[in-house]
């Protein structure tokens, strides 16, 4: 499986960005799907899952902001992100995996990060 991610940009505080994560080769095996994000001089962390029945998990702090959705028929998953505040700066990564376990943090596949700047 082939992960590409793309959407990534310079926003203003209190904008939106929407990205997006293409998967590619054996995407039948995908059960589930996630965002991470990596702050500068910080650990990678989850931001958001869905699996392949729509279910959904997000990190308290972006639960009232950002929308995680998937296109099974495209094999896309978007990461809408509303509200964007400084702290939100980070390098995002989209992850793919054929587990269950929407709250696991272990994925065998990754796309290669977007970059995403919240300007105050």
């Known amino acids: 499986v082939q992960l590409q991610a793309s959407g990534g940009g310079l926003v203003q505080a209190g904008g939106s960005v929407r990205l997006s994560c293409a998967a590619s080769?054996?995407?039948?095996?995908?059960?589930?799907m996630g965002w991470f994000h990596q702050a500068p001089g910080k650990e990678r962390e989850l931001v958001a899952v869905?699996?392949?029945?729509?279910?959904?998990y997000y990190e308290d702090r972006v639960k009232d902001r950002f929308t995680i959705s998937r296109d099974n028929r495209k094999n896309t998953v978007y990461l809408q992100m509303n509200s964007l505040k400084p702290e939100d700066t980070a390098v995002y990564y989209c992850?793919?995996?054929?587990?269950?376990?929407?709250?696991?943090?272990?994925?065998?596949?990754w796309g290669q990060g977007t970059v995403v700047t919240v300007s105050s």
């Open positions: 869905i699996n392949r029945g729509g279910s959904t």
């Open positions: 080769g054996r995407t039948f095996s995908i059960v589930r």
């Open positions: 992850a793919a995996d054929p587990s269950l376990g929407i709250r696991r943090i272990d994925y065998d596949y």
